[in-house]
C-alpha cells in the first residue's frame, strides 16, 4: 500500500488536502532560521506523520499532547480539534500509477465518546474492529495475531525518540524481547505458527516467577522447611510441658480444641493472603498484555460493514457475526491468564466466611478456658504454643504455596521446551539464516550505494531467565562511525525492497521526521534511490527548507509547504 491522500477538514470545510506521489515526497517548512529542535512543534510538518500514524490505529492524543510529557496538552489544538469537528481522511492505493487500482479510505476524527467517526471504505468500527480489519487488509488475515499492527509498521512511521534513534528496537520502552523476536521473525518471512502461544506460556512463566520471588521474599523454601523442622520440634517440647499440668477433666479437650482451632484460623489466613496476592498479580499481568494494545470504540464498525457490503457485495458474514467473533477473540486472549481469577475470588469469599467462624469459635474455647482459673504458668504456655501453631501453619501454607508455584513453573516449561524444539532446532535456524542472507544481499547494496558502507543483519538464540531467544541486531561491516539515521534509513528502504522480492506483506511507504538533520549528500542519495525504486518505496519526509540540498530543493518533490503564516490546521497560538 502507498499512500495517495491526506485529507483535513471540519465544519468550515476542507483545510487542507495532501497528495502524495511515487519516490520523494517532502513536507517543508518555509520558516527562515528556525531552530531544528523547535519545529517539531512549530508549524506542523511532524503533525502530518502523526495524523497519518493516528490514522493507521494511533491514539488521538499523540496529536495534540507533548511527546515528552503525555500529560500537557496543547490546549488551542485540542479545542480546534474537537469543537471544530476535524475529520481526517486517509486513501491508501496499491497502485499510484492506476487510477482503478485497490484502495482503502480511511477515517477518524477527535469527538470524545458519542460522535466519534472511525471508518475503513464507509464502514463504521469499534477499534478493536478497526484494527483488526486495517491489519486484515494490509497483512493478509493476520488480524489480532502477534505482531501487532503498531509493532509491524513502527519501522515505517518514524517521528517519535525510540524510532528515530533506533533502528530495530523502535516499537515503545515496553516491547519485550520476545515481541521483537516475534516481529523480527515475521518481518523476514518465517511463518511460525506457535508464536502467539508460545509468548502467552513466556507470561505466564513470568508472572509464576514473580508470585514465587515474593513469596520468598524473607527466605528460600528449604529455610521455610528447615525453620518448619525446628518450630515443630519446639511446638512438641510444648505440649510435653504442657501435659504435666493437672487440670480439670474439660480442660485439656478445650485445650486441644483450641490449638486446632488457633492452627486453622493461621491457615485460612494465610491461605486469603496467597490468593489475594495471587488474583492481584494476574490482574497486573492482564493489564501487562493491554498496555500494547490499543482501547477500542465499537460505533465504528457499523458503518465499516455496511459500506464495505454496499461496495463490495456478497460479504458472507453478518455484522452480528463479525462483532461475535471479535468479542470471543478478546476473550480468548485474556481467558488464558485471567482463567484463575473467578475461582480465585469464590475461594478467598468461602474462607473468609470460614475464618470468621473460626474467630469466634476461638472466642468461645478462649473464654470457657479462662474460667477454669488455670495457673498463669499455664496460661503463658498455652500463649506460646497458640503462637507456634500459628507460625507453624503460615510456613506448611507458603511451603505448599512455593512447591504448588514450582510444580506450574516447570508445566510451563515443559510446553515451552516443546515448542522451542523446533523453533530453535537446527532446521529452523537455518531457514532464519537463509532469509537473513537474503536481506542482508539488499540491506548491503542499499547502503553502499548512499553511505560507500555495509549493513548487515544478524542474529544470535541468546538466554534470557533460562529461555532461548533471537535476538536480532545491525552492524557495519566498515566499522565507520556511520550515523544512526543513514542506517536507519538503509534499513527501512532494504526492507522494502526485501519484502517486494520475497512476496511479504508491508506498506510501502516509510515516513521520516527530523531529516534537516543529516548531511545534504546523504540525503541527495536517498531521493536518487528512492526515485529509481517509486515502484516499491515511497519515501515521505519532514524537513526545513533552507536545509534542503539544491537539487531537491524544487516544487516537484513538495507535497505540502508550511510556515508561521501558513500552519497545518491554519490556527494561531502556536497550533502544533
Known amino acids: 500500500m502507498f499512500l495517495k491522500m491526506l485529507q483535513i477538514e471540519n465544519l468550515n470545510g476542507i483545510i487542507r488536502k495532501i497528495h502524495f506521489h511515487k519516490g520523494l515526497n517532502l513536507i517543508v517548512d518555509e520558516t527562515l532560521g528556525s531552530d531544528p529542535e523547535s519545529t517539531g512543534n512549530n508549524v506542523g510538518k511532524t503533525t502530518v506523520l502523526r495524523l497519518i500514524d493516528f490514522c493507521m490505529g494511533g491514539k ?26 476535524v475529520l481526517v481522511t486517509l486513501i491508501l492505493t496499491e497502485d499510484l500509477d492506476d487510477q482503478f487500482a485497490k484502495q482503502v479510505v480511511i477515517e477518524r476524527n477527535f469527538a470524545a465518546r458519542k ?11 469499534t477499534e478493536a474492529e478497526f484494527l483488526i480489519s486495517l491489519t486484515n487488509l494490509i497483512f493478509r488475515e493476520h488480524g489480532e495475531k502477534k505482531p501487532s499492527l503498531a509493532q509491524l509498521l513502527a519501522h515505517n512511521i518514524r517521528y517519535k525518540d525510540i524510532s528515530l534513534s533506533n533502528t530495530l528496537k523502535n516499537v515503545n520502552q515496553w516491547t ?12 523476514l518471512g518465517c511463518d511460525f505458527s ?15 516467577n514473580i508470585f514465587k520471588s515474593r513469596l520468598e521474599t524473607s527466605r528460600t523454601r528449604s529455610a521455610y522447611e528447615a525453620s518448619l523442622g525446628v518450630l515443630v520440634g519446639q511446638i512438641d517440647a510444648l505440649n510435653a510441658r504442657r501435659s504435666t499440668f493437672q487440670v480439670n477433666p474439660d480442660f485439656q479437650d478445650d485445650l486441644g480444641e483450641l490449638d486446632r482451632v488457633t492452627y486453622l484460623i493461621s491457615v485460612e489466613t494465610a491461605e486469603i493472603g496467597r490468593a489475594t496476592l495471587r488474583k492481584n498479580l494476574i490482574d497486573e499481568a492482564v493489564q501487562d498484555l493491554s498496555t500494547s494494545r490499543v482501547e477500542i470504540d465499537i460505533e465504528q464498525l457499523t458503518n465499516l460493514y455496511r459500506e464495505v457490503t454496499t461496495r463490495l457485495g456478497g460479504v458472507q458474514k453478518s455484522f452480528d457475526e463479525l462483532v461475535d467473533f471479535h468479542n470471543r477473540m478478546i476473550d480468548e486472549k485474556t481467558r488464558y491468564i485471567a482463567k484463575e481469577i473467578p475461582q480465585l475470588e469464590i475461594d478467598i469469599a468461602i474462607r473468609r466466611r470460614k475464618l470468621t467462624d473460626l474467630l469466634q469459635l476461638e472466642k468461645k474455647f478462649s473464654d470457657k478456658i479462662a474460667k477454669n482459673g488455670t495457673l498463669a504458668q499455664l496460661e503463658l504456655l498455652i500463649g506460646e504454643l497458640s503462637e507456634k501453631e500459628r507460625q507453624r501453619g503460615e510456613y506448611e501454607t507458603v511451603i505448599l504455596q512455593i512447591r504448588g508455584v514450582e510444580l506450574e513453573i516447570t508445566r510451563q516449561t515443559a510446553l515451552l521446551t516443546k515448542i522451542d524444539t523446533e523453533l530453535f532446532s537446527d532446521d529452523t535456524r537455518a531457514a532464519v539464516q537463509v532469509q537473513v542472507d537474503k536481506f542482508n544481499k539488499v540491506f548491503s547494496r542499499v547502503s553502499n550505494e548512499l553511505y560507500n558502507e555495509s549493513y548487515f543483519l544478524s542474529f544470535d538464540v541468546a538466554k534470557k531467565n533460562g529461555q532461548n531467544i533471537y535476538k536480532f541486531n545491525t552492524f557495519n561491516l566498515n566499522l565507520s562511525s556511520g550515523k544512526k539515521q543513514g542506517e536507519i534509513s538503509c534499513f527501512d528502504i532494504a526492507y522494502t525492497l526485501f519484502a517486494d522480492e520475497e512476496n511479504i506483506p508491508c506498506v510501502h511507504f516509510l515516513l521520516n521526521d527530523k531529516k534537516e538533520l543529516m548531511h545534504d549528500n546523504q540525503l541527495t542519495q536517498i531521493a536518487r534511490l528512492v526515485e529509481r525504486e517509486n515502484d516499491h518505496v515511497q519515501f515521505v519526509a519532514s524537513i526545513l527548507r533552507d536545509k534542503l540540498p539544491a537539487e531537491l530543493n524544487n516544487e516537484e518533490f513538495f507535497i505540502v509547504k508550511l510556515s508561521q503564516q501558513d500552519m497545518l490546521f491554519r490556527i494561531k497560538d502556536g497550533e502544533n
Open 60 to 85: 488521538p492524543q499523540q496529536i495534540y499532547t507533548d511527546p515528552e510529557n503525555s500529560k500537557k496538552e496543547y490546549t488551542v489544538v485540542k479545542e480546534f480539534l474537537q469543537k471544530t469537528e
Open 194 to 208: 506457535q508464536g502467539d502461544e508460545r509468548q502467552k506460556i513466556l507470561t505466564a512463566i513470568r508472572v509464576e
Open 176 to 187: 519485550k524481547d520476545e515481541e521483537y523476536e516475534a516481529l523480527y521473525l515475521f518481518m
Open 115 to 125: 460522535g466519534i467517526v472511525r471508518r475503513i471504505d464507509g464502514k463504521s468500527l
